[in-house]
């Protein structure tokens, strides 16, 4: 398999140096703003030869970016978060070309077990009314959306599975919360690379479910493993179709 790497910023650079170690060939780096790329834009030059495009670049190119990949009909691993408003288009865009795509907000492995374990948390959650479930989020100052992709997962496993939940919110509450939301929480600042906190609470106790992410390594390898994955496929892939695999379903 050889990759094409877009967006060679702080991902697309640790995804060059696992693809290295790994031998997988690099066709090229993309990347308008930094000047040790080799291509400005996704273009027939750019991703030739490329079987799989890893696109690590910014929420409000990301549609756009997936626009040229179907029309060169290049296969693309979705990095990128804080697009997901715009799901369906992005979904209809790699339907109709016949190209195979497969995103995440979250690719570490370890972050794919915690969604388990929330899973697992929110179904426990919806037997006992005396629990609720709250969450926040830290990342570094430079992160440019907000709420992070992974706690915008997390609040879809805890709405799919806590059935008196009935809406996420993510903005700061100016008043009392409703029964029937969650209140997940983003802190910006620092250079912290991920933390994401889940909480239960009860009138007897509190159980906090905390992950951190300690390098960015973990997110490159589980990319490149979906490289792998949606090498020579056509669809719509979300990580779970992946991670069933690794996990040995559910
Ligand atoms: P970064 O700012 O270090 O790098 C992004 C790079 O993309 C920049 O160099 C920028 O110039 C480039 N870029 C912007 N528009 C482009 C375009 N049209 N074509 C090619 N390159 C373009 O950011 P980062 O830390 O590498 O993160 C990138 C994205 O990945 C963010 O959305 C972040 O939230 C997300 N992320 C996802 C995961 C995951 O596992 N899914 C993990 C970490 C980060």
């Not at 959650?125 to 706690?151: C, L, R, W």
């Not at 997940?184 to 509190?206: C, F, N, Q, Y």
């Amino acid at each position: 398999m050889k990759i094409a790497i877009v967006g060679y910023g702080k991902m697309g650079k640790m995804i060059e140096n696992l693809a290295n170690e790994k031998g997988i060939k690099i066709t090229a780096r993309v990347d308008p703003n930094e000047p040790s790329a080799d291509f400005k834009e996704i273009d027939k030059d750019s991703t030739k030869d490329a079987d799989v495009c890893i696109d690590f670049t910014h929420p409000d190119v990301l549609v756009s970016n997936m626009e040229k990949y179907a029309e060169l009909k290049k296969n693309v691993v979705v990095g990128t978060t804080g697009w997901y408003d715009k799901m369906k288009d992005v979904e209809d865009i790699v339907k109709k070309s016949g190209i195979g795509c497969i995103w995440s907000g979250n690719f570490s492995i370890g972050v794919n077990m915690y969604f388990r374990i929330i899973e697992a948390a929110s179904k426990l959650v919806n037997n006992f009314d005396e629990y609720d479930i709250m969450g926040v989020e830290y990342h570094h100052n430079q992160k440019a959306d907000s709420p992070s992709g992974t706690m915008k997962m997390i609040g879809d496993i805890i709405l799919n599975n806590v059935s008196r939940k009935k809406k996420a919110v993510y903005d700061m509450m100016e008043r009392k919360i409703d029964e029937t939301e969650v209140h997940l929480a983003s802190i910006r600042g620092g250079k912290i690379l991920g933390i994401h906190e889940i909480v239960l609470d009860s009138p007897s106790d509190t159980i906090t479910l905390s992950h951190s992410a300690r390098t960015r390594e973990g997110f490159g390898k589980g990319a490149l493993m979906a490289a792998e994955f949606v090498n020579g496929k056509k669809g719509f892939f979300e990580i779970n179709d992946m991670m069933d695999s690794v996990f040995g379903g559910k």
